[in-house]
């Protein structure tokens, strides 16, 4: 990779070797844009090479097939001003070392470096930072002491994983000065800034696809799936990146349940709703709408005391009741079909019942069916899988145990027509899992 050097001014041939193999290895000349980056003073060169040497090991290795592999870059104490573009498309190294410089502007391209945990711009001459510095959120260890910064930008609060920030030696203000010279200054200051960035009143409206449009003269109903997180797992430590004002319940239950009237749909299903949250909230707010509902709170809730119970999610079916009335339901507990199905498997103990996610299956009736259709009943199902990915025997497991139960609810109460079934909730699985090529297989006979 980068290993010959071009230090030696007088000589040509490092640039002439580097010339022929590019011209090898690629049947054409390096172009001209490629030859104008050549400059021999100190100033143009990256670590032991210029930033046509870079540009042309790194296509030489990409052109030949290969998988670069170096993944820290070093040119300090080079003198350097400018960057070369294609320092920007190194988009695989984790360390980039451009201390002891003549830096005093930070090109916003640098957000390209997507993959960077150290940076080191310390003894440059930088005055101000770009906002977008703010994007790289892989960023652990950010030097920058020893510069002429009079402001950070507010957009570095976002970086939630960055653990070393060194400000000394610049014109900040006090206050930043102070914040970060304090016990677990970098936390602080970061906190700061990210709850002084500016957050829009309202998120930006969500942009919807139709699928299909609707069509003949068969009754049609909308639904809504959404977990709306449970405000014990908003936390800072979980989302660092976002402002305490974004965290707080008080503003996104006002926010959450805007999103959920401007839906106008007929059925809702909510994941992660604290039992509190239901009684207290949810369920009065969606009542006064022409709603009715039921809520299943996730098993250990019943070892709770009542202080503490009604902060346990769980999962919500709300309904029209001017479309749909609640014929039968059934609540489904993975905890105890686990206790119940584990005889010869300590599997199911081990891992399976200490799982406290459930499922509700709802069974309504349609009040007014339409004309011609034999369907008079409709089934939703609303279930919160394990969200663990180090248990993905666990999630496939819960999904048996799910369709299994609802395939014997839907015996009990069918007849002698099928039911339509809609199945909501968060399976916290990707596309490409395992458990998505068995849903077809789970299906239940309805």
Known sequence: MLTESYNDKKSDKPKRRLYNRYYRHN???????????????????????????????YYYDVAAGKTTCWTELDIQNKGIKNFSPHLWELRHLTALYLNNNKISRLPPEICQLQNLIHLDLSNNKLRSLPVELGDMLKLHDLLLTNNSIRLLPYELGRLFQLTKLELEGNPLTPELLQKSREVNGTQKLLQFLLDTLETPDTPP???WLTVREKTGKHMTFTVMCYNILSEQLATRTKYGYCPSSALSWDRRKQLIMAEILASKADIISLQEVE???????????????????????KSRSKTLPEDERKHVDGCAIFF???????????????????????????????????????????????KEPTHGTRHNKLMV?????????????????QNIMFMSEVDSFVKEIKGSYSIPMVVCGDFNSTPYSALIPLLPVLCVDT
């Open 205 to 207: 409206e969500r942009p």
């Open 381 to 397: 199902l609303n279930t919160h899988i394990n969200w663990d990915p180090e248990y993905s025997d666990v999630k496939l497991i």
């Open 320 to 366: 029209n009741r001017f479309k749909f009335s609640l014929h039968k339901e059934k609540y489904i507990d993975y905890s105890q079909l686990a206790i119940a199905n584990s005889e010869g498997a300590d599997d199911m103990i081990n891992r399976v019942q200490t799982k406290d996610n459930i499922g509700i299956a709802c069974c309504l009736d349609i």
């Open 27 to 57: 049947n054409k000349p390096p172009n001209n844009r490629q030859l104008e980056c050549v400059n021999k003073s100190p100033e143009s060169k990256f670590g032991n090479l210029t930033s046509y040497d870079v540009s042309v090991y």
């Open 275 to 297: 039992t509190g949250k239901y009684y207290n909230y949810f369920f009065p707010a969606l009542q006064a709408q022409g709603y009715n509902g039921t809520f299943c709170p």
